[in-house]
């Protein structure tokens, strides 16, 4: 159909920078920053030398948690809450000692419904 173009706006092309949205670096959950604390440690709580363990089934034990840390160096003593079956607290002697057993034992499962959830504890 000759004569019956009409012009149209340009649009944009896609590779014409947008508004550039901040890209989250992915650093994987075992990796070490320069001061040697695990990445995964950086995230919430601030490093502690005491874990704080949520999610653990009503037939947990102190033993049975000491039995599970004591294979990672540094480890002092796992604590349950009276009162609380549920949660208990685990100490070491440095804040990367904690951090490699947070970071080994994070979503263990304890029991076949339970999985171990490991923060630090607040200071």
């Given at each position: 159909?000759?004569?019956?173009?009409?012009?149209?706006?340009?649009?944009?092309?896609?590779?014409?920078?947008?508004?550039?949205?901040?890209?989250?670096?992915?650093?994987?959950?075992?990796?070490?920053?320069?001061?040697?604390?695990?990445?995964?440690?950086?995230?919430?709580?601030?490093?502690?030398?005491?874990?704080?363990?949520?999610n653990l089934p009503p037939e947990t034990t102190a033993p049975?948690?000491?039995?599970?840390?004591?294979?990672?160096?540094?480890?002092?003593?796992?604590?349950?809450?009276?009162?609380?079956?549920?949660?208990?607290?685990?100490?070491?002697?440095?804040?990367?000692?904690?951090?490699?057993?947070?970071?080994?034992?994070?979503?263990?499962?304890?029991?076949?419904?339970?999985?171990?959830?490991?923060?630090?504890?607040?200071?």
């Amino acid at each position: 159909m000759k004569g019956t173009y009409v012009e149209r706006p340009k649009l944009p092309r896609s590779d014409e920078p947008k508004k550039k949205k901040k890209e989250k670096r992915m650093i994987p959950t075992n990796a070490v920053n320069a001061a040697g604390i695990p990445h995964s440690a950086l995230a919430e709580q601030p490093p502690n030398n005491i874990l704080f363990l949520t999610n653990l089934p009503p037939e947990t034990t102190a033993p049975m948690v000491q039995v599970l840390f004591t294979q990672f160096s540094g480890f002092k003593e796992a604590r349950l809450v009276p009162g609380r079956h549920d949660i208990a607290f685990v100490e070491f002697e440095t804040e990367y000692q904690a951090g490699m057993a947070k970071d080994s034992l994070q979503g263990f499962k304890i029991s076949p419904t339970n999985s171990i959830k490991i923060t630090y504890a607040k200071k």
